[in-house]
């Protein structure tokens, strides 16, 4: 139970720094490999939001990443860290 706690309230910082600025973070892909990431959801910094006719995932956390200038996302369970 603790560890999804931190694993919670790490995700709830990390969306609150992609609001505000470009952070750097790092998550477990699917095939078990360490990705790090440089993204954000500051408005000015992402590109045009088209909508996809889906429903949103509340297990995953959508970000964009300012390398490959798309958006991208991870389950939020795989977040290891981000740096402040």
Not at 35 to 55: S, V
Request: glycine share 8%.
């Amino acid at each position: 139970m603790g560890e999804a706690l931190k694993c919670a309230w790490a995700n709830m910082k990390l969306k609150a720094d992609l609001k505000v600025k470009i952070v750097e973070f790092y998550f477990k892909k699917t095939d078990g490999t360490l990705r790090q990431a440089f993204g954000t959801l500051k408005e000015g910094l992402i590109g045009e939001t088209k909508g996809t006719g889906r429903k949103p995932n509340k297990n995953l956390q959508v970000y964009w990443d300012t390398e490959k200038e798309e958006y991208r996302c991870f389950k939020k369970c795989n977040l290891v860290r981000f740096s402040k």
